[in-house]
């Protein structure tokens, strides 16, 4: 059974930085793409970025393209999300989702496992 836990969420001003991480479990990643996602009440689900558990390339969106970093450690099993230069419009609802395919994909529904998510509000 797959698990992702969430933490690291929390209220920010703007311009400040936080790290998600997301603690996975129930089996091995290395054939697995882990991906951050977000989403605002009444919005749909937002890409946020991408990682390919082996090999570690990574696909971002282009709102937080050079802002935010996702990496991953292969021996705690554990996703990050590093978070800098955060705006008001960062904020959401953040969750954590594994994907068992090598091939790296923007859409939620590709994506089998998710987390219970996390909370980033950034304040103006």
């Known amino acids: 059974q797959v698990q992702l836990v969430e933490s690291g969420g929390g209220l920010v001003q703007s311009g400040g930085s936080l790290r998600l991480s997301c603690a996975a479990s129930?089996?091995?990643?290395?054939?697995?793409?882990m991906g951050w996602f977000r989403q605002v009440p009444g919005k749909e689900r937002e890409f946020v970025a991408a990682i390919r558990w082996i090999g570690g390339t990574t696909y971002y969106a282009d709102s937080v393209k050079g802002r935010f970093t996702i990496s991953r450690d292969n021996a705690k099993n554990t996703l990050y999300l590093q978070m800098n230069s955060l705006k008001p419009e960062d904020t959401a609802v953040y969750y954590c989702?594994?994907?068992?395919?090598?091939?790296?994909?923007?859409?939620?529904?590709?994506?089998?496992?998710w987390g219970q998510g996390t909370q980033v509000t950034v304040s103006s």
């Open positions: 989702a594994a994907r068992p395919h090598y091939k790296i994909s923007t859409n939620g529904h590709e994506y089998d496992y």
């Open positions: 129930g089996r091995t990643f290395s054939e697995y793409v």
